[in-house]
């Protein structure tokens, strides 16, 4: 008997949120001039990273789940500890005396992408050590969230993060493991992820990272190279399919079993190996495995008429992916989940209060509507009745 359904580990901080009006004129950035007084409006602080993001959403959905994160004694150390509380997730923090809780201030102008001013503080000592794999052992599903940002776990090649994994593997769980873009002028951004998904993805049977996140690990020019077409759009605008069936398909001969590409207000992309791939996945593998190999699906993501804010959208959708994983759905059902998740997300300035129950969300797929997803690239074809785009390798085409 598992005592968890699933265990968030990872990355964890305060969030601070101010909501930000739109400017007379030009672009919100554009206003910061030294010494402008500039209005905003109020506040919204909240935990967040996966931990907390991901772990309470999945506590909404009505998933038994646990935490493992790491902050220290400070203010915002308390503040996280109080919020966590209701979720009665308090008792599972590690709270270190003398190390500060990593913090974020999250801007998050109309019309604009988010910048987060991010201080990584107890994350950046976040190591093997910090996981309990006792407790590990009496869960179906060991999920941890943002390496990037977490020093201890892409150092030396992801030494660390690899010996999670596989120590993880060892107890008999199932794997999952989410990603954040590091900074390309940190030291993050500069080490060497692919030899670390090379390393690490053998270990890990849900590969849950967005595609910009991706496309930046495995192929840094084609990434630079999409940025630079965007010139300041939306990125995600210009990543083709194509881009994403070739980083999809990396993660896969790398040793991940099911590879999901989170791509904002496009959906998700889905990639999942061959059956035979299939026999190592832990306590918590597919209930259909049939459904769920050599899969190639587009779900596009639920429309909103008003974005509040994105933060944590990507976090709320791997709650729902995983909500509807646990519960043994088929694939399509499981993207779908995730898309809805994620689209509540961003209604709300804060990372987990528009996230619904798992009988209101069921309620709201049925009649939510989709946005239009143009797929070009060949051998796409667009499923109508079920709003979905269908790969030219799914194994279920008709």
């Known amino acids: 008997m598992s005592t968890y359904d699933i265990i968030c580990a990872g990355h964890i901080c305060f969030d601070v949120i101010p909501v930000l009006h739109a400017p007379a004129a030009g672009t919100w950035f554009e206003s910061l001039i030294p010494g402008k007084l500039i209005d905003i409006g109020d506040v919204t602080v909240s935990t967040g990273g996966p931990v907390s993001n991901t772990g309470i959403g999945l506590m909404k959905l009505g998933v038994k789940t646990g935490l493992m994160g790491k902050v220290g004694d400070d203010f915002f150390g308390q503040a996280v500890v109080e919020r966590l509380k209701?979720?009665?997730a308090d008792q599972s923090m590690t709270v270190v005396k003398g190390e500060s809780t990593s913090y974020t201030i999250a801007l998050a102008p109309p019309k604009v992408d988010r910048v987060f001013l991010h201080n990584r503080g107890a994350n950046s000592t976040f190591g093997q050590e910090d996981v309990n794999y006792d407790l590990v052992a009496q869960t179906r599903l060991f999920h941890l969230g943002y390496p990037p940002l977490m020093k201890k776990l892409y150092a030396d090649n992801g030494k660390q993060l690899t010996e999670i994994f596989k120590r993880a593997k060892a107890t008999g769980a199932t794997t999952s493991c989410d990603m954040a873009l590091p900074d390309p002028n940190a030291e993050a951004g500069k080490a060497d992820w692919d030899?670390?998904?090379r390393n690490t993805l053998p270990f890990v049977d849900l590969y849950l990272p967005s595609v910009e996140e991706t496309l930046y690990m495995l192929n840094r020019d084609k990434f630079w190279?999409?940025?630079q077409e965007a010139a300041g759009k939306d990125a995600l605008d210009f990543i083709s399919v194509d881009d994403c069936e070739e980083v999809a398909d990396k993660c896969i001969?790398?040793?991940?079993k099911i590879v999901i590409l989170k791509s904002g207000h496009l959906g998700i992309y889905l990639r999942t190996a061959d059956k035979s791939r299939f026999v190592d996945f832990?306590?918590?593998g597919p209930k259909n495995v049939d459904n769920w190999s050599n899969r190639q699906l587009w779900e596009p993501a639920f429309?909103?008429?008003k974005v509040a804010s994105a933060t944590g959208s990507g976090d709320s959708a791997i709650a729902g992916f995983l909500s509807a994983y646990v519960r043994g759905l088929d694939c399509e059902d499981v993207i779908r989940y995730a898309c809805a998740v994620g689209g509540f997300n961003v209604q709300v300035f804060d990372a987990v209060s528009g996230i619904k129950s798992w009988d209101e969300t069921t309620a709201a797929i049925k009649t939510w509507k989709k946005n239009e997803v143009p797929i070009q690239s060949a051998?796409?074809?667009?499923?109508a009745k079920n709003t979905r785009w269908i790969g030219p390798k799914d194994s279920k085409r008709g």
């Open 86 to 88: 209701p979720y009665g």
């Open 195 to 197: 030899i670390i998904l």
């Open 225 to 227: 190279a999409r940025k």
């Open 253 to 256: 001969q790398y040793g991940a």
């Open 282 to 284: 832990g306590r918590c």
């Open 303 to 305: 429309h909103v008429e």
């Open 379 to 383: 051998g796409w074809t667009f499923d």
